[in-house]
């Protein structure tokens, strides 16, 4: 079982809130969608506010001109898709919400050993 967008899942969870839809649209041009899980994520592991940044290969590439936007003006809109937890943004929490993931992934498959039900955990890493 994979559970798609886990880390903003489990953050808007411990509010008591569901994520709607996927947490990477914000409107813009479908393309854009790798820049913007990335960039949350930064936003959501890291301890200072992510700067614009490339990574073609990868489809990740932050280019002012083709966006329409600055890089502040993006970092607002991930922001305000993430209102309700976007406290938690350059505070270091993706760390501990790895941890959480992590933590249920273990009892799962403690679990199906005590019910004798194979398994097999595979990490998706480009997910």
Do not use: C
Request: aromatic letters at 8%; hydrophobic letters at 40%.
């Amino acid at each position: 079982m994979d559970y798609a967008a886990i880390q903003p899942r489990l953050l808007l969870a411990e509010r008591g809130m569901e994520l709607d839809g996927d947490p990477y649209d914000l409107g813009i041009d479908e393309r854009f969608r790798p820049l913007v899980k990335e960039t949350f994520n930064r936003l959501l592991n890291g301890k200072r506010k992510p700067f614009p940044y490339s990574n073609p290969g990868q489809g990740i590439v932050f280019d002012p001109a083709d966006m329409g936007m600055s890089w502040e003006q993006f970092l607002n809109l991930i922001r305000d898709r993430f209102e309700a937890v976007s406290d938690q943004f350059s505070s270091g929490a993706g760390l501990k919400l790895q941890r959480l993931d992590s933590d249920i992934a273990q009892a799962v498959m403690l679990e199906a050993n005590t019910l004798n039900v194979p398994m097999l955990p595979i990490h998706d890493s480009d997910a």
